[in-house]
């Protein structure tokens, strides 16, 4: 190890003055009290260098603990801190600022320290601005040891103003990039900087621009970390509450990802469905999905809104509707493939239970229906309950094909269901060459026996219109009943089976009422007769004993309304 130079120095000087006494005493013993006073003055010069590399041993252990905590922590505000509070301490600074280059190149505080070791306030923040600039512009140290006396500083308002005297100021570079400053001074007492604190502070302005500039770095990868942690955590949740099926695949065509939706729409978890091949997940879809794979592989094409109808051995025919595209890199390079899994299978089903609904009730009222609020059981309504039966009918079947007959049978259950569904009415049934149906449900209809009478008189006009297109051997007719009272009308049946229909009296009453009635002949009952009186032309007839009826029931035929 090489001997230190102030040590070196300080054994020059000791061995020089030891051999100056030695002469002194052989030589010339007359002179024995100079001597004296000469070993007293230079044990007292002695003493003073003892004791400035004492300073200098101090301040040097001071500088590699310094060095030690600016290196031990990433946490750089309350690393420097600590810093600059032994700095304070060794260089007898009244206060110490270090300050950071913003990215506009402003210089802004980022500690304040006073000697009491405690953070000042902005208030207090009273610096000289021209010493700042002078090191940020030339890069070098400013050390003066009395700023009111200094030539090139003393004229300056800073400096009056604020009463500042011992200032040093150092820069803070990295790889000669100067990033801030370190200021001290000293408001009150004059020299109290010397070149031995500027060269120290020098020291660890150095250690602490590394340091500051590594914790940034740390600063910023960490908050660089966080946000692509809450993108991905976003993303993760965006992803996983996709409704849609998403998958992924390498350039294999081997599975790289899935959702929680194309879990349940494959029926298979993702540990089934990670790494393994697309053509044996979807193995059923293969043959039908094959030339569109070639096309999204070969010719880099996106396909969309593709519906199939696979047949799944757990869970039958399905229907999924499915898109493809390529799934590629940064570089545009393709990397693999993404498909969108849609479900339909429910939705199909539900359209095609309106589409039947729709056949049973019209439109208008069923866009006022809630069928979320619809349950499995009966409730007793007020109904106006119409039955419209083909008269002649089955005479014509005995002298017509099977074809012919439907063909004819369709023809007025569909002229008949038009006009109940015209009158916003409800049909219930089709019962062989009869119609069943009613008013007032699901929605209230306060003129209920109006509608149904109007609608009895819409069916026979379209049945004389329908007349002059069909052949004369199938010019049939309708006799129709109608009734009003109570009925218990709702959803009858269970989950697998389920039908929307009236029962009761009523319905009874409606239907044998219409057994009654002739050719063209629409019949209503008193029920009936006294809520449309006023609005329709109409004559009595004599009672009717109806089968299951004790009591006769009084009927009038329907001649027209009255517009």
Not at 539 to 550: A, I, N, Q
Request: glycine fraction near 6%; charged fraction near 25%; include cysteine.
């Amino acid at each position: 190890m090489s001997e230190n130079p102030t040590n070196l120095s300080l054994a020059k000087k000791i061995k020089a003055f030891a051999q100056h006494l030695m002469y002194l005493a052989q030589n010339r013993p007359k002179d024995w009290e100079n001597t004296c006073r000469q070993l007293a003055e230079g044990l007292e010069a002695f003493a003073g260098e003892v004791r400035k590399f004492e300073n200098s041993y101090h301040n040097l252990q001071e500088l590699a603990r310094l060095g030690e905590v600016i290196n031990s922590s990433l946490d750089i505000q309350t690393v420097l801190e600590t810093a600059m509070d032994t700095i304070i301490r060794i260089t007898g600074a009244e206060r110490g600022f270090l300050m950071l280059r913003e990215t506009n190149g402003e210089m802004r505080i980022q500690i304040a320290r006073n000697w009491e070791q405690a953070s000042l306030q902005p208030s207090e923040f009273a610096l000289s601005s021209t010493v700042i600039r002078r090191v940020v512009e030339h890069g070098e140290a400013v050390l003066t040891t009395n700023a009111q006396e200094d030539p090139r500083f003393g004229s300056q308002d800073s400096i009056i103003a604020y009463n500042l005297r011992s200032i040093l100021c150092v820069p803070l570079k990295v790889k000669h990039d100067l990033i801030g400053v370190i200021y001290t001074d000293n408001r009150i007492q004059s020299g109290i900087f010397t070149e031995a604190h500027r060269e120290l502070l020098v020291s660890f302005a150095n250690q602490a621009a590394i340091a500051i500039e590594n914790a940034r770095l740390f600063s910023s990868l960490r908050h660089t970390l966080a946000e692509v942690t809450e993108l991905k955590n976003l993303m993760d949740n965006v992803f996983a509450s996709i409704t849609s099926g998403v998958i992924t695949t390498d350039v294999r065509e081997q599975i790289t990802l899935c959702n929680r939706a194309a879990e349940r729409i494959l029926g298979r978890a993702s540990t089934e469905l990670l790494g393994r091949s697309l053509h044996e997940v979807l193995s059923p879809l293969v043959p039908a999905l094959y030339p569109y794979l070639e096309l999204v592989r070969q010719r880099d094409q996106a396909i969309s809104e593709l519906e199939v109808s696979p047949h799944l051995p757990d869970r039958g025919p399905v229907n999924w509707r499915l898109s493809l595209a390529p799934l590629k890199d940064e570089n545009n390079r393709v990397q693999g493939m993404t498909i969108v899994l849609d479900d339909l299978t429910e939705r199909k089903r539900l359209e095609a239970q309106r589409r039947l609904l729709e056949r049973m009730v019209s439109p208008a009222v069923l866009e006022q229906m809630d069928l979320n609020s619809l349950s499995i059981g009966g409730k007793a309504v007020e109904l106006t309950i119409l039955f419209a039966d083909i008269r002649g009918f089955t005479r014509f079947g005995e002298q017509h094909t099977p074809q012919e007959l439907v063909q004819v049978l369709n023809e007025y259950l569909a002229t008949a269901a038009e006009a109940v569904l015209s009158e916003e009415g409800t049909v219930d049934k089709f019962l062989g060459d009869a119609v069943m149906a009613w008013f007032n449900a699901p929605l209230p209809q306060p003129d209920h026996a109006l509608r149904a009478v109007r609608a009895a008189l819409r069916l026979r006009r379209a049945v004389m219109e329908l007349h002059q297109r069909l052949p004369p051997e199938a010019h049939l007719s309708f006799g129709v009943g109608i009734h009003s009272g109570l009925a218990v009308l709702g959803w009858i049946g269970n989950e697998k089976r389920l039908e929307y229909t009236a029962l009761g009296d009523s319905v009874n009453t409606a239907k044998r009422v219409q057994e009654s009635a002739g050719m063209n002949q629409i019949l209503i009952t008193r029920e009936v007769y006294e809520q449309v009186k006023h609005r329709i032309r109409a004559v009595p007839l004599p009672v009717l004993r109806l089968r299951g009826k004790m009591q006769p029931v009084e009927i009038w035929e329907v001649l027209d309304v009255i517009e």
